[in-house]
């Protein structure tokens, strides 16, 4: 395996560990096997991004992680914890913003609270303060003023600036984005990277972040991992020396435009 110009440096335990974890859709002989005795580590704090080539196992890699899916070789740890049923205190942000259409903003950035212990014995007698929060997370996001709206009267970039809003507002441990800004047009996704670099920078939770979009993973991410074409397993690594915060100017610099072109051709090699 590959590490690119620099080593990722392990201090402690990783707070995400997968080793020797393979995965199989389907009991029989037949069975498609998503990913292949892969081993992956990501630090507290750590944003980790996975690129590779379409259906290469980058999603079921977050499955696996979150405890939606069982792994049917090897070990999944998070938080020194083994996994063996879904996760708690993860945030989870996918390609559609899936925001409920009968509910304002705030009451659907405020659905974690309603489900998660120990807020949700408490949102009713503390509403006012669970209320605040979110709506000082909104205006974070540049959302500001616009709670008591619906998701069908916001653009799709706002939609998608209230669902990471959903996904973190009650501080998760581990944060996983499945291409998150895939659906969007080409200026707003680029001003949700920021977005999310934003959030990332205050909060400092662990993020994994599976995407397609190169420049989005070297932007956004400590570290960017590369898997094969399925079944899925790790065969580079390259760290992002870029100090933080990071402009779209950052994306134009020849250093940057280098790295992506380096992680290219470790998907598609040159022929």
């Not at 809003?165 to 944060?175: D, E, N, Q």
């Amino acid at each position: 395996m590959g590490t690119g110009e620099a080593a990722h440096e392990s201090i402690g335990s990783p707070f995400v560990e997968l080793r020797d974890v393979s995965l199989t859709y389907g009991e029989d002989d037949d069975g498609l096997l998503s990913l292949d005795r892969l081993t992956l580590s990501v630090q507290q704090g750590e944003f980790v991004a996975v690129v590779g080539p379409s259906g290469c196992g980058k999603s079921t890699l977050m499955k696996v992680v979150t405890g939606l899916k069982a792994a049917s070789h090897g070990e999944v740890k998070v938080g020194g914890e083994a996994v063996t049923a879904p996760v708690k205190n993860v945030g989870l942000a996918f390609q559609s913003a899936t925001l409920l259409p009968w509910r304002t903003i705030t009451d659907n950035v405020l659905l974690p609270f309603e489900i998660i212990a120990p807020h949700k014995y408490r949102l009713r007698q503390e509403r006012a303060h669970y209320v605040e929060q979110v709506e000082h997370l909104l205006a974070t996001v540049g959302l500001a003023g616009f709670g008591k709206r619906f998701s069908w009267q916001l653009s799709g970039g706002m939609q998608q600036r209230a669902n990471l809003c959903r996904a973190i507002v009650h501080k998760p441990s581990l944060l996983m984005l499945d291409e998150p800004f895939a659906a969007l047009d080409a200026f707003t996704r680029e001003e949700l990277w920021l977005v999310m670099q934003n959030l990332w920078l205050t909060e400092r939770f662990t993020a994994i972040l599976v995407t397609h979009e190169l420049r989005e993973a070297v932007l956004l991410a400590d570290r960017v991992v590369v898997f094969s074409a399925r079944p899925g397993q790790v065969i580079y690594e390259r760290v992002v020396p870029f100090a933080r915060p990071r402009t779209l100017e950052t994306t134009y610099q020849a250093e940057f435009t280098a790295i992506v072109h380096d992680l290219r051709e470790k998907i598609r090699p040159p022929s």
